[in-house]
Nanobody, 118 residues
Framework: QVQLVESGGGLVQAGGSLRLSCVASGSIFSINAMGWYRQAPGKQRELVAIIHKGDSTDYADSVKGRFSISRDNAKNTVYLQMNSLKPEDTGVYFC????????????WGQGTQVTVSS
């Protein structure tokens, strides 16, 4: 019904930058909040950033000042600009969207790997 496709992950050196994208498609009437989560090996999945309907944002303390989340409603796309990357940022990054398509549901992307080398 609804698909989220992520892109932009890869291998980068510490101090570098990456820009992640997530495009939602399918039977969508509207998208409410969208967020980025990450999961490092052996750790729980954690919230990285969220952008609400109306474009207010929240960030994990560990990424404040380095990451920026944004959205393009016309393209059903959410972005995560990641600057000054650190090795501890390494993990699988997932996009989540809360959508209205007859029923309110949460959908997750497949995840994209981000690896930061020192």
């Amino acid at each position: 019904q609804v698909q989220l496709v992520e892109s932009g992950g890869g291998l980068v050196q510490a101090g570098g930058s990456l820009r992640l994208s997530c495009v939602a498609s399918g039977s969508i009437f509207s998208i409410n909040a969208m967020g980025w989560y990450r999961q490092a090996p052996g750790k729980q999945r954690e919230l990285v950033a969220i952008i609400h309907k109306g474009d207010s944002t929240d960030y994990a303390d560990s990424v404040k000042g380095r990451f920026s989340i944004s959205r393009d409603n016309a393209k059903n796309t959410v972005y995560l600009q990641m600057n000054s990357l650190k090795p501890e940022d390494t993990g699988v990054y997932f996009c989540k969207a809360n959508t209205w398509s007859g029923v309110l549901r949460d959908y997750w992307g497949q995840g994209t790997q981000v690896t930061v080398s020192s």
